[in-house]
């Protein structure tokens, strides 16, 4: 039984392998832009505002980023909900993080000494649109 688990997870990592080196030399159609933020983060100028979807790793990623020197907003245990936890801003900060359009969120990034900002409630349709084509 072991050995037929064993060549079943051989055969699936290869054909993993295999599709995914297909487009290994396919560019990145957005590779000038990932450079771009990767050296504002480098510089201190960037923000990771991420989004956290509960059970999918969001505590991890929180983890890491401050195990990884960035500036995130710390543990509140008086809080309640989602507020102070995960990398996810005090509820009173939340508003100015959270809430508003495009300039707000954008004002409060270059004041921020944030460098990762959790989002574990429903984004605002300002934000959500700047990401959609």
């Not at 100028?45 to 991420?50: I, P, V």
């Not at 059970?55 to 507020?83: D, I, Y």
């Not at 969120?105 to 990762?116: D, H, L, N, T």
Request: aromatic residues 6%; positive net charge; contains cysteine.
């Amino acid at each position: 039984m072991a050995a037929e688990a064993a060549a079943k997870k051989r055969r699936e990592l290869s054909s993993c392998v295999l599709s995914g080196g297909k487009d290994a030399g396919a560019a990145d159609p957005h590779a000038d832009e990932k450079a771009r933020l990767r050296a504002e983060m480098a510089a201190g100028r960037g923000t990771a505002y991420f989004v956290h979807i509960q059970n999918a790793g969001g505590t991890s990623m929180c983890k890491m980023a401050q195990r990884n020197g960035l500036a995130a907003p710390q543990e509140s245990p008086e809080e309640s909900g989602v507020f102070g936890r995960n990398c996810n801003p005090s509820s009173a900060e939340a508003k100015r993080i959270w809430k508003g359009d495009v300039a707000a969120q954008r004002a409060w990034r270059q004041g921020s000494s944030y460098r990762f900002v959790a989002n574990e409630m429903a984004l605002p349709p300002q934000v959500i649109t700047l990401t959609l084509p």
